[in-house]
């Protein structure tokens, strides 16, 4: 079974400044999907960016990148020029290529807080 | 993208009664959707997978005859939380995908059982 792994309860980050989320995941399938969910205060989980595991180039939205490591089986994700409105839970998930796998695993999450 | 909707956002019930909660894919067609429960300050930790047509799959660990799920249309999916007790009070999520690259939350329900 799939699991992941975010090894930060807790961050937190300057306005302005960049900070980054580490997740790690395991699986022993070659093709898989991986997201970044963002859940503020009222609890709507919102996609932060996704990334397809064929894809070597790392993605990217606006102020949001991932670094992709698949060898290494590692998602992690920076948020550049950090705005109070980023604070929420952020939670790392994977999802399976194959079909009748859609479920997402999600990791622990962390807590993001943004300093003004 | 794609709009789930999940109602109602919060709900109040007396211990031993049944409530039940909606999830509808307002734009797309889900022939499958999950339901999530989350305790405060946790993960979202998947209870079942609805299935159009067909019995849910439940995760290990959960009642079946404790929580209820139907997914009697493409649209829509219900889970009836059965005989709830206190400690059945949390928050409820429902999700649904009409593609692999992405999944689609509703808002979440409040369950509180008095």
């Known amino acids: 079974a799939q699991t992941v792994t975010q090894s930060q309860p807790e961050m937190s980050v300057q306005e302005a400044e960049t900070v980054t989320l580490s997740c790690t995941y395991d699986t022993s399938e070659s093709d898989y999907y991986l997201f970044w969910y963002k859940q503020p205060p009222s609890r709507q989980m919102i996609l932060v960016i996704r990334?397809?595991?064929?894809?070597?180039q790392n993605a990217t939205e606006n102020r949001f990148s991932v670094n992709f490591q698949k060898a290494a089986k590692s998602f992690s994700l920076k948020i550049s020029d950090s705005q109070l409105g980023d604070a929420a839970m952020y939670f790392c998930?994977?999802?399976?290529?194959?079909?009748?796998?859609?479920?997402?695993?999600f990791g622990k999450g962390t807590k993001l807080t943004v300093n003004p | 993208g794609a709009v789930v909707s999940q109602h109602p956002s919060w709900v109040i019930c007396k211990s031993g009664t049944s409530v039940k909660i909606e999830c509808r894919s307002l734009d797309f067609q889900a022939t499958t959707m999950f339901w999530y429960r989350q305790f405060p300050k946790q993960s979202l930790m998947l209870m079942a997978t609805?299935?159009?047509?067909?019995?849910?799959?439940?995760e290990q660990g959960v009642e079946k005859d404790k929580f209820l799920i139907n997914h009697a249309s493409l649209t829509l999916s219900t889970l009836t939380v059965t005989s709830a007790h206190p400690e059945d009070s949390s928050f409820y999520i429902c999700?649904?995908?009409?593609?692999?690259?992405?999944?689609?939350f509703g808002q979440g329900t409040r369950l509180t059982v008095v």
């Open positions: 990334q397809e595991a064929y894809k070597q």
């Open positions: 999700s649904a995908s009409p593609i692999l690259t992405e999944a689609f």
């Open positions: 998930a994977y999802r399976s290529a194959q079909g009748g796998s859609e479920k997402l695993v």
């Open positions: 609805s299935n159009e047509g067909s019995k849910a799959t439940y």
